[in-house]
């Protein structure tokens, strides 16, 4: 049977269990409803909203469908009268139902407004989806609280509409009072989702809000946070992000703070980067931090990383990465023999290094080592044979392998690369 607060719907449909038929066959009951609503004749209007009130589940989520079939004007009053009812219904698949034709047949007013309403906090994911796209079609935003609180809902497709009911009425006081608390005072994801969504110019606004931030529970809200003030050149709240970074526990929140705070040649985040290095999620932020500094102290670092087989394989690929970008002396002879590391992350990060080193500029003792250690890797057809591609690209003393590999390389994209390097140097 259906929850009390169906029965005592002012707006449900009044017929006694003697029109249910509990008798019948509750299978037949259903499949009757929904061919009343194929077939779409006004008249049946009524048999479905007697079928409303079955005892059954089933048959009454096939009267909402069935209702929802007939479509107006063969439904003037009587989707108004019950869909209400059967949207509160303690079955979900009923509520899915009602809630779907309620949005067919287009039916308005403030009992169908409500009902969309509590369908807001509906455990079923699916009918929060329907109470947006009903409220969306009403052109209201029923509960602004409610909507700003889905912003944190786990389902993209949720909080996805959430947003954009909020944006469609952002000139409503309302909504506006409410984006802003939530951005100050909200928990978790829907607070970390304002964060996110709100425009740069808010960020002044919100700073005191934004400073107790960096030490919310949520580790998505300190992120959020940090992304906001990350881009603020104030001294004080570089301090408060240097040391939101030396709390920080959660990898994310870490790689970011080391990210940005390493762009901006932040020299205290130096041991704080060299802490995180070992780990294998923000392992790779802590040494491109590292590279961003350019210190003689964060390069000593970056070159221990490179041998020490303990450190992840995304951590060492960054490490040469940045190695290279720096140019030092002894670069060259530092991501050579990385080429043939075990770990393909340490692979890709030495061919990039030594890239950017022949973007740069080699010596002219190293062009040929180099030239020779990238065209043998790229005849392994081991990696990623674009990124190769891309560091030999201006080094002429690779030109002899390559032609050698554009006629007798076994793989075809090889000899492709091969022979657009060729070309490019006009040496095809």
Known sequence: MRDASSHSDPHASPHTDSHAKPHANPERRAAAAKGLGRIGRPEHAGALVEAADDPVPAVRAAAALGLGRLGRPAVPAAGGSVLPGLMHDM?????????????????TGPTIRDAFVNLLDDPDHHLRINALDGLNALGVTGDVAALARLLGDPEGAVWGRAWKLLYRFRDDPAVRAEVIRTAREGEG?????????????????????????????????????????????????????????????????????????????????????????????????????????????????????????????TTRGAAAVEVGRAGRWDAVWLLLPLLDDPGAEVRAGAVDGLGALVHDGLRFWERRPVAEA???????????????????????????????????????????????????????
């Open 91 to 107: 079955d979900p698949w009923v509520r899915r139902r009602a809630s779907v034709a309620a949005i067919r047949l287009k039916l």
């Open 189 to 313: 994801a829907a607070r970390a989702q304002v964060l996110e969504m709100l425009p740069r110019h808010c960020t002044e606004r919100l700073l005191d809000s934004l400073l107790t931030g960096l030490r919310d529970p949520s580790p998505q809200v300190r992120y959020a946070v940090a992304r906001r003030l990350l881009d603020l050149k104030s001294h004080s709240v570089r301090d408060a992000l240097v040391e939101a970074l030396r709390t920080e526990r959660d990898p994310e929140a870490a790689g970011l703070l080391l990210s940005g705070l390493g762009w901006h040649g932040e020299r205290r985040v130096t041991d704080l980067a060299v802490r995180w290095l070992g780990d294998p999620r923000a392992g790779r932020d802590a040494a491109t931090a590292l590279g961003h500094l350019g210190t003689g102290t964060a390069g000593e670092h970056l070159r221990r990383a490179l041998t020490d087989r303990a450190l992840p394989a």
């Open 374 to 428: 990238l065209t043998a890797h790229l005849a392994s057809d081991r990696d990623d044979t674009w990124r190769i591609c891309n560091a030999l690209d201006g080094l002429d003393e690779a030109l002899p392998a390559l032609r050698h590999l554009a006629d007798e390389a076994a793989s075809d994209e090889v000899r492709g690369a091969a022979r657009k390097l060729l070309d490019a140097a006009g040496a095809g």
